[in-house]
């Protein structure tokens, strides 16, 4: 009987559960990855399934070790190398794309790039002078809230037709200012580039050579609006 003791230490050791984690390689990720090295606890790090992590130390740094991966403080798309662009203030949501000019809400206020309720309805905007809205070409366009990280910013107003800087000639009011074709018309008060002048010719007329022959058509761009 005394030759088969020895055996049974290793029955036991047989039995005994095995350790999750390495001594020394830091902590194993949720699941029991014991090759798995994840100080940040952010599922990338040598060994581990999500694959290796750039910075092992930071949560919010992973996957991508180019050196572009997005740094997004505050949650709402934006921060260095993100998609969405730079932020201006990687502790505020409702501050980021525009770095020349921070964007400062009051409660409530419906304005692109400030907060919104996730699910209310698109609003009517218009970034042009109020008292061209509804004249000539120009109309007001939509807002839309958008979800950037989990959170409601108002996105920027699109569909909207403002004013044009020069009228053109095409019986359009082009700078919504209620008047057409102003200082754009040929000299018969239209926009046909062939203006006839009555009584050059014989009977009916005949059209200038030039459009800036006499009273030719001078049809064009009125450059200062």
């Known amino acids: 009987m005394a030759?088969?003791?020895?055996?049974l230490p290793c029955l036991f050791l047989l039995a005994c559960p095995q350790s999750e984690s390495i001594p020394g390689t830091?902590?194993?990720?949720?699941?029991?990855?014991e090759q798995c090295i994840d100080h940040d606890r952010d599922g990338y790090g040598p060994g581990c399934a999500a694959g290796p992590d750039c910075d092992n130390n930071d949560g919010r740094v992973n996957s991508d070790?180019?050196?572009s991966e997005c740094v997004d403080g505050d949650g709402d798309g934006f921060g260095e190398n993100c998609q969405a662009g730079?932020?201006?203030?990687?502790?505020?949501p409702a501050k980021h794309d525009d770095c020349g000019s921070v964007q400062n809400c009051n409660p409530g206020e419906i304005a692109t790039n400030c907060p919104c309720n996730l699910g209310a309805p698109p609003v009517s905007c218009w970034d042009g002078p109020p008292e061209a809205l509804n004249?000539?070409?120009?109309t007001s366009g939509s807002m839309s809230c958008l979800d950037i990280g989990g959170r409601g910013v108002w996105g920027r107003?699109?569909?909207q037709q403002l004013p044009q800087a020069n009228e053109r000639?095409?019986?359009?009011?082009?700078n919504c200012d209620g008047r057409v074709d102003e200082g754009v018309q040929s000299a018969c008060g239209n926009?046909?580039?062939h203006c006839y002048a009555g009584g050059a010719g014989p009977e009916n007329g005949e059209p200038f050579e030039e459009p800036n022959e006499g009273n030719g058509s001078g049809v064009g761009l009125d450059e200062d609006g």
């Open 65 to 67: 070790c180019s050196g």
């Open 26 to 33: 830091g902590n194993p990720t949720p699941g029991g990855d």
């Open 86 to 92: 730079p932020d201006c203030d990687d502790a505020d």
């Open 135 to 138: 004249v000539g070409i120009c």
């Open 3 to 7: 030759r088969y003791l020895p055996v």
């Open 191 to 193: 926009c046909n580039p």
């Open 157 to 159: 107003c699109e569909g």
């Open 169 to 174: 000639c095409n019986e359009l009011d082009d």
